[in-house]
């Protein structure tokens, strides 16, 4: 299976991006697609995840102002990122695991994406 996340820019506070994560090579279905983000000094902390047909999942620093969704038919998954702010800037990666999964605990998901980088600047 390969992610190939895309979408990352640079963006003023405030702005908007929408991130992409399409999953090929022999996808399964159900999965479970994360957002986890990592800035420069920090660890890899979980963003968003989203399952087949079910619910979503949002960390606290991110709801409300991000939104993920999905389009099975395309197995893509999308991380819209409204009023952005400078804190939100990270290299953002994709993950999928097989089956239902609603933690947050980055070990849980098998396969990565390559990461893509959000800038926003004040």
């Known amino acids: 299976v390969q992610l190939q996340a895309s979408g990352g820019g640079l963006v003023q506070a405030g702005g908007s991006l929408r991130l992409s994560c399409a999953a090929s090579?022999?996808?399964?279905?159900?999965?479970?697609v994360a957002w986890f983000r990592q800035a420069p000094g920090n660890e890899r902390e979980f963003v968003a995840s989203?399952?087949?047909?079910?619910?979503?999942f949002y960390s606290d620093s991110v709801k409300g102002r991000f939104t993920t969704s999905r389009d099975n038919a395309k197995n893509t998954r999308y991380l819209q990122m409204n009023s952005l702010k400078p804190e939100d800037t990270a290299v953002y990666f994709c993950?999928?695991?097989?089956?239902?999964?609603?933690?947050?605990?980055?070990?849980?998901?098998?396969?990565w994406g390559q990461g893509t980088l959000v800038t926003v600047s004040s």
């Open positions: 993950a999928l695991r097989p089956g239902f999964y609603s933690g947050q605990n980055r070990n849980a998901y098998t396969y």
């Open positions: 090579g022999g996808t399964f279905s159900p999965y479970t």
């Open positions: 989203i399952t087949w047909n079910g619910p979503v």
